[in-house]
C-alpha cells in the first residue's frame, strides 16, 4: 500500500511550456485534491474532485487544468507555464466519509523559469 | 466563506517546556478542524481531530488540541516540547461539503 504517490519530485519548467503533475492512490478514495504550497502562504486549494468523472475548482484555479477519468488518478495539467506557478504542488485524497482525515502525498517542486 | 488563521509565524519553545500554537478558526455550521505537521521536504501527516464530543482531543506523538467554541479557537499543545518536534504546523478547517481550508502555518523551534 503505497498510499499517495507524485511525480515527478522535481522539474524546472520553461516559461509558456507545460506540463503535467501526475498523482496516484491506492487506497480507492473517493475524494483527491491538489494544493499549491508557497512560502508563508499555507496551503491553497487549486482543485479537488469528488469521484471519477467529477471535479470542481478550488479557490486558484487559474492556470491549471484537472481530469478523473478513474477512481486512482488525478493527474494536474499546467498550460503555457508562468513564474508565478513556481510552488511544491502536493495531492491529497480522503476516503470521502465526512470529516475524514486527508493522506498527502511527498509533493512535486516546480520551478518555472 | 471560511477561514484560519495562526497568529504566530513561529513559536519557540525550550525542551522540556510546554508549548502551544495558536489556531483561531471561522466556519458556518458545525467546525471540523485538523492539525497535520510537516517535516522538511515532506507531506503534511495528520496529528488530530475535532469532530464532536470532548473538547479536549489527543493525538499523535503526544499532542492534544483544545476546541473552544465561544472563542473559535483550536490551539494545538503539548506538555513537554522535544526536539524532534520540531516542524512547521498546519490548522486547518473542513465544512460539510469536504472543502477544506488551511492556515498559513506555524513553525515551532524547540531550543535543546
Known amino acids: 500500500n503505497a498510499g499517495v504517490t507524485q511525480t515527478p519530485k522535481f522539474h524546472i519548467l520553461k516559461i509558456g511550456q507545460s506540463m503535467t503533475l501526475q498523482c496516484t492512490q491506492d487506497m480507492n478514495h473517493n475524494y483527491m485534491y491538489w494544493y499549491r504550497q508557497d512560502p508563508g502562504m499555507g496551503l491553497k486549494l487549486i482543485y479537488y474532485s469528488v469521484g471519477a468523472g467529477i471535479t470542481d475548482k478550488g479557490e486558484v484555479p487559474n492556470g491549471y487544468n484537472v481530469s478523473r477519468s478513474t477512481t486512482e488518478d488525478f493527474p494536474l495539467r499546467l498550460e503555457l507555464a508562468a513564474p508565478s506557478q513556481t510552488s511544491v504542488y502536493f495531492c491529497?485524497?480522503?476516503?470521502?466519509?465526512?470529516?475524514?482525515?486527508?493522506?498527502f502525498g511527498p509533493g512535486t517542486r516546480l520551478t518555472v523559469l | 466563506a471560511q477561514s484560519v488563521a495562526q497568529p504566530e509565524d513561529q513559536v519557540n519553545v525550550a525542551e522540556g517546556n510546554p508549548l502551544t500554537v495558536k489556531c483561531t478558526y471561522s466556519?458556518?455550521?458545525?467546525?471540523?478542524l485538523f492539525w497535520y505537521v510537516q517535516y522538511p521536504n515532506r507531506g503534511l501527516q495528520f496529528l488530530l481531530k475535532y469532530i464532536t464530543g470532548d473538547n479536549l482531543v489527543k493525538g499523535s506523538y503526544g499532542f492534544e488540541a483544545e476546541f473552544n467554541k465561544s472563542q473559535t479557537s483550536f490551539h494545538l499543545k503539548k506538555p513537554s516540547a522535544l526536539v524532534s518536534d520540531s516542524a512547521l504546523y498546519f490548522c486547518?478547517?473542513?465544512?460539510?461539503?469536504?472543502?477544506?481550508?488551511f492556515g498559513t502555518g506555524t513553525k515551532l523551534q524547540v531550543i535543546p
Open positions: 491529497a485524497s480522503t476516503p470521502g466519509v465526512l470529516a475524514d482525515t486527508q493522506y
Open positions: 466556519v458556518s455550521g458545525n467546525p471540523y
Open positions: 486547518a478547517v473542513r465544512d460539510g461539503y469536504q472543502k477544506v481550508t
